[in-house]
């Protein structure tokens, strides 16, 4: 696709924001421009019928079974680069069962996700808000890095750089100048963490949310969550949103007491 086709694509995935917000956001930031051929249209009749973004990851927006076979061949025949497939879970699934017998094994696959979004202030609902969660600043880059670095490898289960770290301290520096991290802060180190990893369409997609390991338990999630959510809230979106893997029963409660509903269900295939 082309930036021409920019309009259509924002369209497709404005039919449901809260799923397709990651690939809203590339579009939005400039992607059909800087990053030509990562975006990939379904077509039927000269009309857009889906889409799929085919860079780092691979994410559907809105395919039927035609559009998965048709974007699946394609992908196929290209350089396999990406680190995972992920998105709302009946695309993914048919597009991973057509990509995996020519792709090979895979590191995990998170069939169960479910996908929460909410618009309501948690101060309406009652709960506390941590008054020491704020934006990180540029100048606390150099704490901001371990504590990314220590959720990412939690999660996905290997650290996002081996050897020099210039890469990653460079896009955890670019959420900060955005405005998209957001810390609580004791004695110079991070204790808690969350970034608006993606922002389009009046929708914030929150990520990377984390917890100093040696406070976990002790009650600082709800409202440093909460903080977050108002915070983005105030500024930046007027709904907010996120996935969690189902068998996390402590985020899925935070998430609970702090507003977010059930509005989907995503999978994620790790490569």
Not at 158 to 176: H, K, N, T, W
Not at 229 to 235: A, I, T, W, Y
Request: aromatic share 8%.
């Amino acid at each position: 696709m082309t930036a021409d086709d920019r309009p259509a694509a924002l369209d497709w995935c404005a039919r449901d924001r809260v799923a397709n917000v990651f690939v809203a956001a590339r579009i939005e930031e400039g992607a059909l421009r800087s990053n030509p051929g990562a975006l990939l249209g379904h077509w039927v009749d000269g009309r857009l019928d889906g889409l799929a973004w085919v860079s780092a990851n691979v994410v559907p927006v809105g395919l039927d079974d035609a559009g998965i076979a048709d974007l699946s061949a394609r992908i196929m025949r290209q350089r396999r680069q990406c680190a995972s497939i992920f998105g709302p879970s009946e695309q993914v699934l048919g597009l991973w069962n057509r990509l995996g017998p020519s792709w090979g094994p895979v590191r995990a696959v998170r069939t169960h996700q479910p996908l929460l979004a909410t618009s309501t202030r948690p101060s309406e609902l009652g709960v506390p808000i941590d008054p020491l969660v704020r934006p990180a600043r540029l100048d606390e880059l150099a704490a901001v890095v371990p504590a990314a670095a220590h959720m990412f490898t939690e999660e996905i289960g290997y650290p996002p750089y081996f050897g020099s770290d210039r890469g990653y301290r460079a896009s955890v520096a670019a959420l900060i100048r955005q405005g998209h991290t957001f810390v609580r802060v004791e004695d110079g180190e991070v204790v808690f963490k969350a970034d608006v990893g993606s922002l389009a369409l009046g929708c914030a997609q929150v990520q990377g949310v984390w917890v100093h390991p040696r406070l976990r338990g002790q009650g600082l999630a709800v409202p440093a969550m909460a903080a977050v959510v108002e915070q983005v809230l105030d500024s930046l979106a007027d709904e907010v949103s996120l996935y969690v893997n189902d068998f996390n029963a402590p985020a899925r409660a935070t998430y609970a007491r702090c507003g977010f509903r059930e509005v989907g269900a995503f999978t994620t295939v790790l490569l």
